[in-house]
């Protein structure tokens, strides 16, 4: 169903008139209130009027992440403190987190985008929603939260974690959607193996899973442990957390909500604009935030963008499956690996299970690839030949699709830890 059938079907020309007033808005206020940009446009020698259509976006200066760290923690704010309600902040593992602070306006449009989301996804105010995102900082949980409470669902906020009483309220309670990241989604279904549960005579029939890679391989993976159509949905602190796009039903894209981000694509080394259908890096500009008005933001999140109107009504523009972050890339021996394209090979092999990690070393000038992956019980009980030949299967794959051939280990089923969030798949032990 579609939520806000007003800016959701919008004709495309009418939203791009839209976007425009807005960005025009939004870059008058940020030169009038932020001095970071404010500084970043004179250096350009632009001024608010200098914005006349969508294509003069590409003149204004890109926002990344330093900047964030460099105004740390209040120096992007648009409005004076006492009308922010709210601050959450990114887990960064290395330095500062990012803090987002929100005005009430700004809780109002995110708990609007969430309900569009869950909407979008297939969920309706008679669902029962299992929020298994974490709470607190994290924007996840509260933004599903927020946003299943608009569409009018039934909200069970168990948060990340405690798998094992999540499972039972999901039985009890007649849990139809869940939500939590795809790697947490495995957890829950391993364990109700393991408790003698079948989640396939339950009511859960959707997941809303997102806040990482999970490519088209693991989805099925998913789908196929679950009972559950499992949709994508992507977001982040920098915008607003989750509710930035999701796919409908048809699984053809991410529906980007842009009266509210205005999407482009970027050449990540050059910083010039790509056109439609080319894969490069995500930049996003927020058109309706108060507290953290941002310019074009460099995600780091490589996609491409469809603006073909969708099967299920929406105009909006599409972003395909994130396929890796320009950061994230792995070159080994002078190659070019992302974590996305071994992920894809693994799960196309019978016998391997959705849990796996890749450490990249160095040995005596040498770099080493070694890909670590869970086999089923049957495959780990059998004949050592059968393993072997798994592994070289495995290698040949590899080294087809990677054009590098890595060391791979067969593990026993449950050897890597579970994570209740985001997973970390990657070690990579050079930078050491
Ligand atoms: O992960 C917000 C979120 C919460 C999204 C719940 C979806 C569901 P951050 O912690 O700031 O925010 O992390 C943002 O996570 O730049 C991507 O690299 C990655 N990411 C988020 N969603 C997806 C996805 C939340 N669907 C960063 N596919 C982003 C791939 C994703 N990567």
Known sequence: ????????????????????????????????????????????????????SLADLARLPFTVKQDFRDNYPFGLLAVPMEQVVRLHASSGTTGKPVIAPYTAGDINMWAEVMARTLSCAGMTKNDIMQNAYGYGLFTGGLGFHYGGERLGATVIPT?????KRQIMLMEDLGTTVITCTPSYSLTI??????????????????????????SEQMRQEIENKLPIQAIDIYGLTEMVGPGVSVECPHKLGMHIFEDNFLAEIIDPLTGEQLPYGEKGELVLTTLTKEALPIIRFRTKDIT???????????????????????????????????????????????????????????KRHMDTL????????????????KMEELEKRLMEEMESTLGISPVIKLIEP??????VGKAKRVYDRREL
């Not at 948060?159 to 798998?163: I, L, P």
């Not at 070694?370 to 030949?385: L, M, P």
């Open 1 to 52: 169903m579609i939520w806000n059938t007003k800016y959701e079907t919008m004709p495309r020309k009418e939203l791009e008139e839209l976007q425009l007033e807005r960005l025009k808005y939004q870059v008058a206020r940020v030169y009038e209130k932020v001095p970071f940009y404010r500084q970043a446009f004179m250096e350009r020698g632009i001024t608010p009027s200098s914005i006349r």
């Open 304 to 362: 491409s963008l469809n603006p073909e109107p969708c099967k299920c009504g929406r105009t909006l523009v599409r972003m395909s499956k994130i396929t890796g972050r320009t950061d994230d890339m792995l070159i080994i021996r002078g190659v070019n690996v992302f974590p996305s394209q071994i992920e894809s090979v693994l799960l196309e092999v019978e016998g391997v299970e959705p849990h796996y990690i890749i450490v990249v070393d160095r």
């Open 159 to 163: 948060a990340a974690g405690n798998t």
């Open 189 to 214: 279904a391993e364990t109700a193996l393991e408790m003698g549960v079948d989640l396939k005579t339950s009511k859960l029939r959707l997941g809303v899973l997102g806040a990482e890679p999970c």
């Open 370 to 385: 070694e890909i670590q992956v869970e086999v089923s019980d049957e495959v780990f009980s059998d004949e050592a030949r």
């Open 414 to 419: 449950k050897s890597i830890p579970r994570t």
